[in-house]
């Protein structure tokens, strides 16, 4: 039997987000992706679009590399009237009505971005884990922190967007 190492672990956290993401999305329309319950909550979409810019770039940052985002265009294919360094973080209510976009954009995106993490993280050692990516915290966080707070916020996100699909409005 092979051991289960905690590269096998962060892989399977990652690959549970982009099962749920898939789910989520599938067979939604745009109007169903757009809609806040109660007027003012977080939609599917904009959770989607979030969880996965916030898996871009802080995976991009520990690894070093560009964001999938801006390295594969992907900016510009959802052209939303937002930096393109945001992530959602802090948005207001008109920021969060910015981010609409049909679920086969936003599972491509997901999709291109998990690849990229995925293709990462596999050649992650144990010494890479034990890496501290930021001293601001005490104590200091290690990748392997990080990557799991990662999994940890994509989750909550897609829980939210789950919740979100089970009381949309029936037609």
């Given at each position: 039997?092979?051991?289960?190492?905690a590269?096998?672990?962060?892989?399977?956290?990652?690959?549970?987000?982009?099962?749920?993401?898939?789910?989520?999305?599938?067979?939604?329309?745009?109007?169903q992706?757009?809609?806040?319950?109660?007027?003012?909550?977080?939609?599917?979409?904009?959770?989607?679009?979030?969880?996965?810019?916030?898996?871009?770039?802080?995976?991009?940052?520990?690894?070093?590399?560009?964001?999938?985002?801006?390295?594969?265009?992907?900016?510009?294919?959802?052209?939303?009237?937002?930096?393109t360094?945001?992530?959602?973080?802090?948005?207001?209510?008109?920021?969060?009505?910015?981010?609409?976009?049909?679920?086969?954009?936003?599972?491509?995106?997901?999709?291109?971005?998990?690849?990229r993490?995925?293709?990462?993280?596999?050649?992650?050692s144990?010494?890479?884990?034990?890496r501290?990516?930021?001293?601001?915290?005490?104590?200091?966080?290690?990748?392997?922190?990080?990557?799991?707070s990662?999994?940890?916020?994509?989750?909550?996100?897609?829980g939210?967007?789950?919740?979100?699909?089970?009381?949309?409005?029936?037609?």
């Amino acid at each position: 039997m092979n051991e289960v190492t905690a590269v096998d672990v962060l892989l399977d956290g990652y690959g549970r987000v982009r099962e749920s993401v898939e789910r989520v999305l599938d067979g939604l329309t745009p109007e169903q992706l757009t809609h806040r319950v109660g007027g003012t909550a977080n939609p599917i979409a904009w959770l989607v679009w979030h969880l996965t810019r916030v898996q871009d770039d802080h995976v991009a940052e520990v690894a070093g590399t560009e964001q999938v985002w801006t390295a594969d265009h992907w900016a510009k294919r959802f052209d939303l009237p937002l930096p393109t360094d945001d992530t959602g973080y802090g948005h207001d209510s008109d920021q969060v009505a910015a981010v609409a976009a049909p679920a086969d954009l936003l599972l491509g995106y997901h999709r291109a971005v998990h690849e990229r993490t995925e293709n990462w993280v596999r050649g992650l050692s144990a010494e890479d884990l034990s890496r501290v990516v930021d001293e601001s915290w005490d104590p200091p966080v290690t990748l392997a922190v990080r990557l799991l707070s990662v999994v940890e916020d994509d989750l909550q996100h897609v829980g939210q967007a789950a919740f979100v699909r089970g009381v949309l409005p029936q037609n």
